[in-house]
Structures are given as C-alpha cells and as structure tokens.
C-alpha cells in the first residue's frame, strides 16, 4: 500500500530486456533505502515492484535493482523507460504513516495519454485521454494517481480529465517532464471503484426483481 506522495525522482542508471523480464537499476539518495530489505515493495511510477538487492552507488546514492515482468511492461510505461530517464519512487506505507494523498495500492488499471498543457504564473494543468477502459471512474473533485503521485481531478469530459499541479509538485515528480503525447500510468481511487460498482451491480438487481 502506498499514499500517491512522491518521495523522489530515481534516475533510470540500467534497463534491459531479456527473455521478456525487464531488468530496472534507479539511483536514489540513500536515506531513502535505508533498512530496506529484499523482497520490500516500492513503486516506481506508481507500479509496485520488488526489490531485488539493493547498493552502494556513492555517498549520496544508492541503487536498487528490480525484474519486471512481460505482463507488467503490456499495461504500464514501464517498457518504454529508458536509462537516463528519471521515475517517480515511493516506499511502501508502514502502520502509523500519514497517508497525505490518498490509498494507493501499485496495480495500474490503465494508462493515459497527454493532449494539452498550459501554464499559468507558475502552475501548470495538464489534460489527458485515457487510452483504456475506466471512464466511470472519474469524476471532477475525485482522485487519481498518475505515475504514482496522488492528484485531484479537475475538469471531466468524455475519456478525458484535466489536473492542476502546483511547482512543488513539479518539481518533486517526473509529471513536470511530461510533453504533449506522454504516456503516464493511470490507478483509479479503489473507493470509487467499489461506490460505482456497487451501485452498478444494485441497479442489476433492481431491474431484475
């Protein structure tokens, strides 16, 4: 489980594909994988992945390495990252945290395009197509997470969606490097899903009796 609260942008230092697992190294400032032990969960862009061993890199950085496997890569963004890149990285929730964002589980529903930005004085909205199934489940005021970074809802329309993001935002999370045709990873909020669903699955019921 995890909260949508980026914690930093990891550079991508290796990537490659063998025998349909992706092998993923992103360095990350080592205060951030202290005690962090083999099999932990952490997600990157917002996919939860286990970690397979983790190193020194220098003074500052460690490095984390993950396997990432062919039916993770069909849904995600994460077959298209390349090294250099730089992905969002968040540990995952322990008893007593503050969840600032939201509950976020790390399983992606789908991914989503970037059709429009604007900027205005410093804040930035961005507006997005999704390029799956899952309309029902956004509404304006709600949330969503998008590369793992919990956000509110803007503007609806039919398959498209519109978030507002502050520079602090910006800054700490690759969502500041997006361009128009970006593909980011999309997790709806899980109450609405089962508000939705439930309320699907009673009207059923009622039409029937």
């Known amino acids: 489980m995890f909260t949508g609260i980026v914690q930093s942008k990891a550079q991508v230092l290796f990537t490659e594909i063998k025998n349909g697992i992706r092998h993923l190294t992103i360095k990350v400032e080592t205060e951030l994988s202290q005690q962090l032990t083999l099999g932990a969960s952490i997600a990157i862009n917002g996919v939860c992945l286990t970690v397979v061993s983790v190193a020194p890199h220098d003074e500052k950085y460690s490095e984390i390495n993950f396997d990432i496997i062919d039916e993770t890569l069909r849904v995600t963004n994460l077959n298209a990252i390349e090294t250099g890149d730089y992905v969002n990285f968040e540990r995952s929730l322990k008893v007593g ?113």
């Open 97 to 209: 945290d503050e969840i600032g964002g939201h509950q976020v589980s790390g399983h992606i529903h789908t991914m989503a395009s970037v059709i429009k930005i604007e900027e205005n004085q410093g804040n930035v909205a961005i507006k997005f197509c999704l390029l799956g199934e899952g309309r029902k489940y956004i509404f304006e005021k709600g949330f969503i997470s998008i590369n793992g970074t919990s956000l509110t809802l803007g503007k609806v329309t039919d398959g498209e969606f519109a978030v507002h993001l502050i520079p602090e935002t910006l800054e700490r999370t690759n969502i500041g490097d997006l361009v128009q045709g970006s593909e980011v990873n999309i997790e709806f909020d899980q109450q609405t899903i089962t508000i939705v669903d439930t309320i699907e699955r009673m009207n059923l019921k009622l039409a029937n009796a």
